[in-house]
């Protein structure tokens, strides 16, 4: 089975503070990605990257940045974590062939205050 | 860009009792692919299904069933015989390219089905 995980469930910072959210998978998959989920507003895409050291901005980049220095993790970063930020944060993989389908973690609940 | 909308909010229903799920999408492209993912209270969302656009027909997997209307840019979702396990938040998506690097989510729909 595909796995993808995330280092935390729940995860409460303080505004200002350096965040980073890590994810694993275990399926060799090229792609990843990071969405934050928003009650309302469905899942919207931050960043996602289609290689070792490569990425690509998503619908909604600013203020967060990513890392991918090996295939199987994905980091996002909270560069100075501010209250507008707490939110679900969903990390994917997807599969190069058969259906494609993205393979989901189970979310990191990030509260800023 | 393309665009998803899942007007429906919050739907309930009783056990056993049918229910759709409506889709809408928009997309200036003439190959696009279509999905429905379910997300249960654990929170970790589950594929339903991938579909192409150049694929009308419908299909059925059990309970579950997807209607592909071209001609009124929709993708509708009907659960049949709706039971307790079905409670949870459905999104549906579009993605423009073939690896789905680009898909983007609707606001998804809560479905609570009581006993």
């Known amino acids: 089975d595909v796995k993808v995980t995330q280092s935390s469930r729940y995860l409460v910072k303080r505004t200002g503070e350096k965040v980073f959210l890590e994810c694993v998978q275990d399926?060799?998959?090229?792609?990843m990605f990071w969405y934050r989920q928003d009650p309302g507003l469905g899942l919207r895409l931050i960043y996602f990257?289609?290689?070792?050291?490569?990425?690509e901005k998503g619908d909604i980049p600013e203020g967060y940045s990513v890392s991918r220095e090996k295939k199987e993790r994905f980091s996002l970063i909270l560069e100075s974590a501010s209250t507008n930020q707490t939110s679900m944060y969903l990390c994917?993989?997807?599969?190069?062939?058969?259906?494609?389908?993205?393979?989901f973690g189970p979310g990191t609940r990030l509260t800023v205050t | 860009a393309q665009k998803v909308t899942q007007a429906q909010t919050e739907i309930s229903v009783v056990e056993k009792e049918d229910v759709t799920l409506d889709c809408v999408y928009e997309?200036?492209?003439?190959?696009?692919?279509l999905f429905w993912y379910k997300q249960p209270p654990s929170g970790e969302l589950v594929f339903l299904i991938r579909?192409?656009?150049?694929?009308?027909q419908n299909e059925i997997s059990g309970r579950y069933s997807w209607n592909f209307q071209k001609s009124t840019s929709s993708f509708n979702f009907t659960i049949t015989a709706s039971q307790v396990v079905d409670s949870a938040v459905y999104f549906c998506?579009?993605?423009?390219?073939?690896?789905?690097?680009?898909?983007?989510f609707g606001a998804g729909t809560r479905l609570t089905v009581k006993p």
């Open positions: 994917a993989s997807i599969s190069g062939q058969g259906t494609y389908e993205q393979y």
């Open positions: 399926m060799d998959h090229e792609n």
């Open positions: 990257s289609y290689d070792v050291k490569m990425k």
């Open positions: 997309t200036r492209d003439t190959t696009y692919y």
């Open positions: 579909r192409n656009s150049f694929d009308e």
């Open positions: 998506a579009l993605s423009e390219s073939f690896n789905n690097n680009d898909m983007r």
